[in-house]
């Protein structure tokens, strides 16, 4: 049985404002996928290994399937391009237990 998709990305902001407006216009494209936010940021301390970016974000979406087609969707292709612009990032997907 398939499990669910997890898409956990790590982000270093370089330009803040900027970064607001995407951080305005994700949501809308996530919820399209049926994805929802289980982490958006704050605090974290590195346990072992490196951790490079200062920003952690974990999406939760049906299955890999539905993550992998929001982050190729035509919806999310503006937001990514401006993601793309003013941050740095590391994104992978992983299947998780059902």
Do not use: C
Not at 35 to 46: C, D, K, N, Q, T
Not at 88 to 98: F, K
């Amino acid at each position: 049985m398939a499990g669910y998709g997890y898409i956990i990305g790590q982000v270093e902001v370089q330009d803040l404002e900027a970064y607001k407006e995407y951080i305005a216009q994700a949501p809308a494209t996530i919820a399209l996928y049926g994805g929802e936010y289980l982490v958006r940021g704050g605090g974290f301390e590195v346990l072992e290994g490196e951790w490079p970016r200062e920003r952690t974000v974990v999406l939760r979406f049906p299955s890999v399937e539905d993550a992998k087609r929001w982050h190729a969707s035509p919806e999310y292709e503006g937001p990514k391009a401006l993601r793309n612009r003013v941050a740095l990032t590391n994104m992978v997907v992983i299947e998780g237990a059902a």
